[in-house]
């Protein structure tokens, strides 16, 4: 369990006092992984005769350190290192191991991409363009609003311990979803492999849209529809995007079934069982295996086909 002191003399992690953010949350929620029960402590200051056994990041002008005016290490992607970023780059590979050895580098690669990189680059300033009409308060948001108010006394710190124990919580998470995705993919190939007439079957439901939209397999280019079995019964029937960065699919449903459910649905497609066709038409629920598949092969006749 990590505990905080205001003696540096104790602490084998420092990081900067005051008003904290998403980097070195995170960064400190890792770090309390690899050393279990450490302690740390936030200072205004290191001092220069800091011991070289205690981690210091965020602040010092050290290895984890991002603030020095002539640095620019940068992910494969080119957004710039932030602490998160140096300790995950240092010590991710470790932990991950530890949790399955095989697939941790293959983890390490997307969790950098997924996570690590978005929050080293919103440190740095480089923020993503969000176009809505509305507020959307993402992860350094949530770490944000930790932080005391402005007509609060309480010690920074408290709030500090409160939010580290949520993202690595929440990091947790991540890493079992990313796993998960890696060991999806042996049975997704397979799927692909398999595939026929524009459509691919899985029995069981899993991640599956970008290892689609990436794969190298040849097949996977001409699939057009993914059915799964549902978890409210029957079999979902879904499209896939045109790439990972767009919710354009390949190809949509019928218009006309746009919104549409049971008999209403199952009078203008002519599918027995077809039960509900989502009004943006990405996602279509037949009770049966097989009109599930009649659903797909309708859209398919009904469609054009980009090639």
Known sequence: MLKITKNIDEANLITHASKF???????????????????????????????????VYDIGFG???????????RHDSGVKYASFGLIFKEFGIK???TIDKENALAAYTMI????????????????PIV??????????????????????????????LQVVDIISSYFDRVVLHTLAKIK????????IINSSDYIMILDKYMPFKDIVITSELEQAKDILFAITPSNRGG????????????HETR????????????????????????????????????STKEDALKMAKIAILNGEIDK
């Open 184 to 191: 999806a993919k042996k049975y997704v190939d397979e799927a």
């Open 235 to 246: 079999y979902n029937i879904h499209t896939i995007p045109r790439d990972k960065s767009t």
């Open 63 to 73: 290895i984890y350190d991002h603030h020095m005016k002539d640095f620019d290490l």
């Open 251 to 286: 190809m949509d449903f019928p218009k006309e079934w746009g919104g549409l459910v049971d008999k209403e649905l199952q009078k203008v497609s002519g599918v027995e069982t077809a039960v509900f066709c989502h009004k943006e038409l990405f996602l279509a629920v037949a």
């Open 112 to 127: 950098e991409h997924d996570l690590v990189e978005g929050v080293d680059a919103v440190d740095n300033g480089e923020f």
């Open 21 to 55: 953010h998403a980097d070195e949350v995170f960064a400190t929620a890792l770090l309390s992984k690899i050393y279990p029960n450490s302690t740390i402590c936030r200072v205004n200051e290191v001092p220069s005769n800091i011991s070289d056994e205690k981690i």
């Open 131 to 160: 176009t809505a009409p509305y507020n959307y308060k993402g992860i350094e948001s949530l770490i944000n609003d930790y932080n005391a108010c402005w007509d609060d006394d309480t010690d920074n710190d408290l709030y500090f």
């Open 95 to 97: 932990y991950l191991e």
